[in-house]
């Protein structure tokens, strides 16, 4: 079994900044950490999940297109800890957002998900 935790949402305006934080826990996750893909979503009321980013063990990444050159996704493995630092943001940006893992392999599915942090950011 593997724990998530998001913390770093909040309140703020257009064109700010925040950092989210996810931290992993269990039994094997963080020895086995090089296994994983980290990834954050979000959704927004009345909206269906989406993808924003995603990065592996060795810190390759990949980012939905709304948020490239703006979010930038990391991850600490001594820590088993995701991050995203989104920049310049909208309101749009607006959402509640997770963090998922899953393991690094193709098709694999996201078995685990955090609880969700809210980003409100106002115009």
């Known amino acids: 079994q593997v724990q998530l935790v998001e913390s770093g949402g909040g309140l703020v305006q257009a064109g700010g900044s925040l950092r989210l934080s996810c931290a992993g826990s269990g039994r094997t996750f963080s020895s086995s950490i090089s296994g994983y893909i980290m990834s954050w979503f979000r959704q927004a009321p009345g909206k269906e999940r989406e993808f924003v980013a995603a990065?592996?063990?060795?810190?390759?990444?990949t980012y939905a297109d709304s948020v490239k050159g703006r979010f930038t996704i990391s991850r600490d493995n001594a820590k088993s800890t995701v991050y995203l630092q989104m920049n310049s943001l909208k309101p749009e940006d607006t959402a509640v957002y997770y963090c998922a893992v899953k393991l690094a392999y193709a098709g694999a599915p996201y078995d685990y998900w955090g609880q969700g942090t809210q980003v409100t950011v106002s115009s």
């Open positions: 990065i592996n063990w060795s810190g390759g990444s």
